[in-house]
Protein backbone atom coordinates (compact mmCIF):
# COMPACT_ATOMS: atom_id res chain seq x y z
CA UNK A 1 0.00 0.00 0.00
CA UNK A 2 1.41 3.36 -1.11
CA UNK A 3 0.48 6.90 1.04
CA UNK A 4 0.06 10.10 -0.83
CA UNK A 5 2.82 12.08 0.07
CA UNK A 6 1.67 14.53 2.53
CA UNK A 7 2.26 18.30 1.96
CA UNK A 8 4.92 18.77 4.83
CA UNK A 9 6.87 15.98 4.43
CA UNK A 10 8.93 17.49 1.31
CA UNK A 11 8.90 20.43 3.51
CA UNK A 12 11.10 19.11 5.99
CA UNK A 13 13.59 17.92 2.78
CA UNK A 14 13.84 21.40 1.87
CA UNK A 15 14.78 22.89 5.13
CA UNK A 16 16.76 19.86 6.10
CA UNK A 17 19.05 20.95 2.67
CA UNK A 18 18.40 24.46 3.63
CA UNK A 19 19.88 23.31 6.97
CA UNK A 20 22.99 20.88 5.32
CA UNK A 21 23.92 23.95 2.81
CA UNK A 22 24.58 26.41 5.67
CA UNK A 23 26.51 23.12 7.87
CA UNK A 24 28.55 22.71 4.82
CA UNK A 25 29.55 26.41 3.90
CA UNK A 26 29.45 27.97 7.85
CA UNK A 27 31.43 24.29 8.93
CA UNK A 28 29.03 24.35 12.08
CA UNK A 29 25.84 22.26 12.20
CA UNK A 30 22.97 25.07 12.73
CA UNK A 31 21.05 25.50 15.92
CA UNK A 32 17.51 24.39 14.47
CA UNK A 33 19.27 21.18 13.98
CA UNK A 34 20.75 20.42 17.58
CA UNK A 35 17.70 21.64 18.97
CA UNK A 36 16.01 18.05 19.61
CA UNK A 37 18.42 15.07 21.96
CA UNK A 38 18.04 11.89 20.67
CA UNK A 39 14.90 10.53 22.12
CA UNK A 40 12.92 13.40 21.50
CA UNK A 41 14.08 13.43 17.38
CA UNK A 42 13.17 9.71 17.57
CA UNK A 43 9.79 10.46 19.00
CA UNK A 44 8.91 12.74 16.53
CA UNK A 45 10.15 10.89 13.57
CA UNK A 46 7.87 7.82 14.50
CA UNK A 47 5.22 9.97 15.42
CA UNK A 48 5.03 11.65 11.83
CA UNK A 49 4.98 8.51 10.63
CA UNK A 50 1.86 6.98 12.64
CA UNK A 51 0.15 10.08 11.86
CA UNK A 52 -0.34 9.44 8.17
CA UNK A 53 -3.11 7.16 9.29
CA UNK A 54 -5.32 10.08 10.02
CA UNK A 55 -4.13 13.50 8.61
CA UNK A 56 -7.59 14.76 8.98
CA UNK A 57 -6.82 14.77 13.01
CA UNK A 58 -3.35 15.41 12.64
CA UNK A 59 -1.88 19.06 13.52
CA UNK A 60 -1.26 20.93 10.07
CA UNK A 61 2.27 20.69 9.34
CA UNK A 62 3.50 24.62 10.40
CA UNK A 63 2.99 23.06 13.77
CA UNK A 64 5.42 20.02 12.98
CA UNK A 65 7.36 22.15 10.83
CA UNK A 66 7.59 24.86 13.88
CA UNK A 67 6.56 23.18 17.03
CA UNK A 68 5.97 24.94 19.88
CA UNK A 69 8.37 25.64 22.83
CA UNK A 70 8.04 23.41 25.61
CA UNK A 71 5.44 20.88 23.95
CA UNK A 72 6.87 17.19 24.24
CA UNK A 73 4.43 16.29 21.37
CA UNK A 74 6.35 18.89 19.04
CA UNK A 75 9.06 20.63 20.24
CA UNK A 76 10.17 23.79 18.98
CA UNK A 77 11.88 23.68 15.16
CA UNK A 78 11.25 19.99 15.41
CA UNK A 79 10.83 19.36 11.36
CA UNK A 80 13.94 21.36 11.47
CA UNK A 81 15.49 19.07 13.01
CA UNK A 82 14.06 16.08 11.49
CA UNK A 83 14.29 17.76 8.10
CA UNK A 84 17.91 18.14 8.33
CA UNK A 85 18.29 14.52 10.11
CA UNK A 86 16.68 12.96 7.07
CA UNK A 87 18.88 14.75 4.91
CA UNK A 88 22.12 14.67 6.46
CA UNK A 89 22.08 11.03 6.62
CA UNK A 90 21.07 10.67 2.65
CA UNK A 91 24.21 13.23 1.91
CA UNK A 92 26.12 11.05 4.08
CA UNK A 93 25.29 7.49 2.50
CA UNK A 94 25.64 8.82 -1.09
CA UNK A 95 28.68 11.25 -0.90
CA UNK A 96 27.37 14.05 -1.56
CA UNK A 97 26.80 17.66 -0.78
CA UNK A 98 23.96 19.86 -0.07
CA UNK A 99 25.17 22.54 -2.55
CA UNK A 100 24.81 19.67 -5.34
CA UNK A 101 21.37 18.68 -4.81
CA UNK A 102 19.40 21.32 -6.23
CA UNK A 103 17.16 19.08 -8.26
CA UNK A 104 17.04 16.51 -5.63
CA UNK A 105 13.39 14.52 -5.46
CA UNK A 106 11.97 14.95 -2.13
CA UNK A 107 10.14 11.47 -2.57
CA UNK A 108 13.41 10.10 -3.68
CA UNK A 109 15.26 11.11 -0.12
CA UNK A 110 12.33 10.57 2.45
CA UNK A 111 11.94 7.22 0.48
CA UNK A 112 15.35 6.36 1.08
CA UNK A 113 14.93 7.76 4.59
CA UNK A 114 12.23 5.45 5.26
CA UNK A 115 14.05 2.08 4.58
CA UNK A 116 16.92 3.38 7.00
CA UNK A 117 16.37 4.88 9.71
CA UNK A 118 16.43 3.23 12.26
CA UNK A 119 13.87 5.88 14.53
CA UNK A 120 11.67 3.88 11.80
CA UNK A 121 10.81 0.50 13.63
CA UNK A 122 8.63 -1.75 11.66
CA UNK A 123 6.06 -1.00 14.45
CA UNK A 124 5.90 2.37 13.89
CA UNK A 125 5.47 1.95 9.98
CA UNK A 126 3.21 -0.86 10.35
CA UNK A 127 5.12 -2.00 7.16
CA UNK A 128 3.66 -0.02 5.21
CA UNK A 129 5.56 2.00 2.56
CA UNK A 130 4.49 5.18 3.24
CA UNK A 131 6.91 7.11 0.69
CA UNK A 132 5.82 6.68 -2.99
CA UNK A 133 9.08 6.20 -5.44
CA UNK A 134 8.88 8.71 -8.24
CA UNK A 135 9.02 7.50 -11.84
CA UNK A 136 12.76 8.84 -12.80
CA UNK A 137 12.35 7.89 -16.02
CA UNK A 138 11.05 9.97 -18.54
Not at 90 to 111: D, M, P, V
Not at 124 to 138: D, F, M, N, Y
Request: hydrophobic share 40%; glycine share 8%; aromatic share 10%.
Amino acid sequence: ICEILPEYLPVFVSEGLALAFEEEIVGETPKGAQCLTQKALAGFAQRMVSELDDLEKAEPYDVRLFGHDGDPKYPLFCGFALGHRIVSMWLKAHNLKASEQTNAYASEILGWWQKNDSFLSAKATKGRIIIPQPSLTP
